[in-house]
């Protein structure tokens, strides 16, 4: 080819190209829409593109919209516009980030960050990637109180340390720990200063507490994640599994809030289309030691927590907007005293659900039964509780909550495991059941052996930024034949009231006050104030 024509050839070329690019509309200008395109009535394309598409399948009451055009144009363009910061973050209502307390302890990463997380190693497998972190947090409380629990009364200063140690593998893998190295836990005593009352009489002004014996040391993970590292290939399923000194909290705490040393296991989030279920979780789980119940006690009445075995079995289940949480457990006397057999079964079953958009509910019922100690022994743990919880939803739904929570109880019921320092299985009941984990705050009776009665209370929130609670509760006993062994000797009443409020974001305020009346005992009253830091 000649020089001409080659010069020739090259100019065609950029003749066709220009004319392409000219076609191409330039960002910010409007193009025409395109044309309508017929839609086929039964839903089918006919012709040469039939086989692009398959044909559309829904409901029946469900029809296919109309196409139109118009709905459809091209991005808005902002180049004759500055960029204005205000403006920006205008659009998320004026909201900054905010920076939170850190933990004082965050080896490996940090506990909070943005962007990408960083570079991982393989330890369990490339399809489990590790990333070692290391933190520490928890609270510190420091409690003043005056406390007439009637035949007792104790001024003090009492303080808690909550420590939590978390070492993060993997994103799914971990090791915990858990110390409150302040406390005396089995024995529920606490750091603390006594300056008046008759406890200081009895115990001493003062005691001096240290004590690294973990409350919790355990691992949790996934067996389908780990399996995802150790075979190179991903996995459908995930199992989470947990083994060690370990918390279980079921039903909010009200069946079982305790540390065992034992194992979990857990198949979540399963579904069946037939039985109308959106989602159920199955746990089993079992402890060999550490099992807390007050059923089974020592000679002088405390908890012993190295007396039992205990195996069960907890089910969420969620459908046609109910909440199912039921459960089974066994608790096994391990103890070869030859002072009686006081294993006993414990089953539950919860429902909650929310009322034509007015009323939040939850039904309990946790039984006993199967216990028979013999030797003319009296059982422990042999009855029934239920509870029925109740919120209405205001015109404040996030900050205004009336509740009225009521239960009966039928000779001994007990928890499946309870912690020494969790208080009763009424608990959760009203902040008159309650005391505070930190200097022996006055309380109803919360046992429920052979009682029946309830709390109501409200509870404001103002602005998210501080708390309100008044409430009023009592009990009443019944069961004449079993009068001797019953906990409340007669009515109980009493009116509590709670303020809190953060003071900064570490630094929580709270007090609270109770007053309370009991036929065939003396009256109690309590009064306390609380610093807590967060870190």
């Known amino acids: 080819m000649t020089r001409i024509g080659v010069v020739f050839l090259i100019a065609s070329l950029a003749l066709a190209a220009g004319s392409a690019v000219a076609e191409v509309p330039r960002r910010g200008e409007a193009s025409a829409p395109p044309p309508a395109v017929p839609e086929p009535a039964d839903g089918k394309v006919r012709g040469d593109h039939a086989h692009e598409r398959k044909p559309v399948e829904m409901s029946p009451e469900a029809s296919p919209a109309e196409f139109s055009p118009v709905l459809f144009g091209p991005d808005p363009s902002y180049t004759d516009k500055p960029y204005d910061v205000e403006a920006q973050l205008a659009i998320y209502g004026g909201k900054t980030r905010i920076d939170a307390p850190r933990p004082p302890i ?3 990463y940090p506990m909070y960050q943005g962007g990408p997380v960083g570079e991982d190693f393989d330890l369990i497998g490339e399809k489990n990637p590790a990333r070692l972190q290391l933190l520490a947090f928890g609270d510190l409380r420091f409690g003043m109180a005056y406390n007439d629990n009637g035949a007792l009364d104790t001024a003090q200063m009492a303080a808690r340390l909550n420590l939590n140690l978390d070492f993060r593998i993997t994103a799914t893998e971990r090791v915990h720990v ?11 005593r606490n750091t603390r200063y006594e300056f008046g009352g008759n406890q200081r009489d009895r115990f001493g002004d003062s005691e001096g507490l240290f004590d690294l014996t973990p409350e919790a040391f355990f691992f949790e993970g996934d067996l389908g994640q780990i399996a995802n590292g150790l075979t190179d290939e991903y996995q459908s399923f995930d199992i989470p599994v947990a083994f060690g000194l370990m918390p279980l909290f079921f039903q909010n705490g009200i069946w079982m809030e305790d540390a065992i040393l034992g194992g979990a296991i857990t198949k979540p989030a399963m579904n069946s289309p037939k039985l109308d279920i959106s989602n159920m979780d199955v746990t089993v789980f079992g402890g060999f030691d550490r099992v807390t119940t007050g059923a089974l006690r020592e000679a002088n009445n405390l908890f012993d927590d190295h007396a039992a075995e205990i195996y069960g079995t907890a089910i969420f289940i969620e459908s046609r907007e109910f909440y199912i949480e039921a459960g089974y457990g066994y608790t096994r006397d391990t103890r070869a005293d030859g002072l009686g057999d006081f294993s006993y079964h414990n089953a539950t079953l919860a429902v909650t659900k929310r009322w034509f958009g007015k009323v939040s509910n939850s039904t309990r019922l946790i039984g006993n039964f199967g216990q028979d100690p013999g030797r003319g022994l009296a059982k ?19 900050t205004l909550v009336p509740y009225a929570n009521f239960f009966v109880g039928y000779n001994k019921p007990q928890s ?4 020494f320092g969790a208080g009763g299985i009424l608990k959760n009941t009203g902040i008159n059941f309650e005391t505070d984990g930190l200097t022996g705050f006055p309380k109803l009776d919360d046992t429920a052996n052979d009682t029946y009665g309830g709390a109501l209370g409200v509870s404001y929130l103002f602005n998210l930024d501080q708390q309100v609670v008044f409430e009023i509760a009592g009990l009443k006993p019944f069961g004449e034949d079993n009068k001797a062994g019953r906990v409340a000797k007669g009515d109980q009443a009493a009116f509590g009231a709670r303020y809190q409020r953060p003071l900064s974001k570490r ?29």
């Open 106 to 108: 965050e080896w490996g």
């Open 178 to 188: 858990f110390l409150r190295p302040f406390d005396r836990v089995e024995k529920g």
């Open 380 to 398: 422990t743990a042999d009855g029934w509780l239920v509870l029925v919880e109740n919120s209405w939803i205001t015109h404040l739904p996030s």
């Open 416 to 419: 499946l495991a309870r912690d």
């Open 507 to 535: 630094w929580i305020f709270r007090t609270d006050a109770i007053y309370g009346m009991r036929e065939g005992e003396d009256d109690l009253a309590g009064v306390r104030a609380e610093l807590r830091l967060k870190f």
